[in-house]
């Protein structure tokens, strides 16, 4: 019996277990430790204030737990810097703030690569900049197992390439991407490497120094923090062409009403107030997470998606989408409608996630309109998965 001894950390788990509810939707977003609701209660409770304003007591405070959290990511990902870690919305905003902040430097005809398997969020920007700017969306074929292949990305980034973004986990196939072969193609480009890493960064520790890309990205919501704040890392001379794309409160050195000095990069990206509490609870996440052992969360996570896996190819009809390595496996059955196969999944209290996966192009290449997904978080257990899979056997036995 494979045994999570994370998961009484999480009170949230033993709420859903009383509403006979089994969470198997952690890639969508995760649930919270005790210390993250504690971070969150105690900002609110403690008195809440403003950063980078206030000479107060509270506002210093807040400022003081506010920027620990940006040392914090920046140990997290081994960056060189606090300065180049920015807070966001999330994931999307932080690709969002890319394609407006870079729009700049492209011209017509100048090409921006991404893959066939990106979320909407690392799909939608790149297409909006390339309309906008008459630039060319080039996307890198995968292969069976739902790599991208860097032979034929060989082939397609050249000369041209002025971009590229590419998730390091996919959301749909849980595969990682092999950046180590795939960024120095564009590299060799002298193009931009930007990382979504909404799932990659999830599972084991990165370094973003030693992947060699420009920007990474991340949502605090899937790595057991709160929701409304994310992660963009950049290198500081990759920040440093990034133009301002919001603009207001703290964000500049001076202003008149014809023109301002903005700041650079952290607080010239952070206009207005940001999401203070989330930033802090952000920061009682990775206190956590650092403090767990990873050889452990690792094997518990591998052995947990063997099984997983084990027992989908265990059953008749079932196609896996892709292989997977690892948090996820994405499946559909022969014959039955995945939105029929998820209601009776949700009636016996089973939460997966149905549909598109915000993966639209990809699900539809792969000839389909959608999928369920099952994904894990480092509180799952055997058991969870136990009871997925007697509700897999009943919804389907009654569809078949
Ligand atoms: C691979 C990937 N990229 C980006 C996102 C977008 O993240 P967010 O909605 O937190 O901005 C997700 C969310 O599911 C994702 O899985």
Known sequence: MLISPWRTD????????????????SAATSQKPQAVL????????SG??????????????????????????AHWLNAASPAEILFTRGTTEAINLLAYGLEELFRPGDEIVISALEHHANLLPWQQLALRKQLRLVVLPLDSDGGIDPEQAAHLIGPRTRLLAISQLSNVLGRWQALSDLLPLARAQGAFTVVDGAQGVVHGRHDVQAMGCDFYAFSSHKLYGPDGVGVL????????????????????????????????????????????????????????LSNLDHAAVAGH?????????????????????GAPQLALASFC????????????????????????????????????????????????????????????DKALELLR
């Not at 204030?49 to 940006?70: D, I, K, M, S, Y």
């Not at 001379?237 to 207001?248: E, I, P, R, S």
């Not at 001076?254 to 607080?267: E, I, M, R």
């Open 10 to 25: 999480f009170p949230a788990l033993s709420a859903l277990a009383a509403e006979g509810q089994t969470y198997l939707d």
């Open 38 to 45: 504690d971070a969150l209660l105690g900002y609110y409770a």
């Open 48 to 73: 809440a204030a403003n950063v980078h304003r206030a000479q107060h007591l509270p506002g210093e405070r807040a400022t003081r737990a506010f920027e620990g959290t940006r040392t914090q990511a």
């Open 233 to 288: 890392y950049g290198r500081s001379d990759a920040l440093a062409k990034l133009k301002h794309w919001q603009f207001g409160g703290e964000m500049v050195h001076s202003t008149t009403y014809q023109s301002a000095d903005f700041h650079g990069a952290p607080l010239g990206f952070e206009a207005g107030t940001p999401a203070i509490a989330s930033v802090i609870g952000l920061g009682a996440a990775l206190d956590y």
């Open 301 to 321: 996570e591998t052995a947990l998606h063997a099984k997983l896996l084990a027992g989908l190819a265990a059953r008749d009809g079932i196609r896996l989408l």
């Open 333 to 392: 059955v022969d014959g039955v409608h995945n939105a029929d196969l998820a209601h009776l999944l949700t009636e016996q209290g089973v939460a997966v996630r149905a549909g598109h996966h915000c993966a639209m192009p990809l699900l539809h290449s792969l000839g389909l309109q959608g999928a369920i997904r099952v994904s894990l978080g480092l509180y799952n257990d055997g058991e969870d998965l136990e009871r997925f899979f007697s509700a897999l």
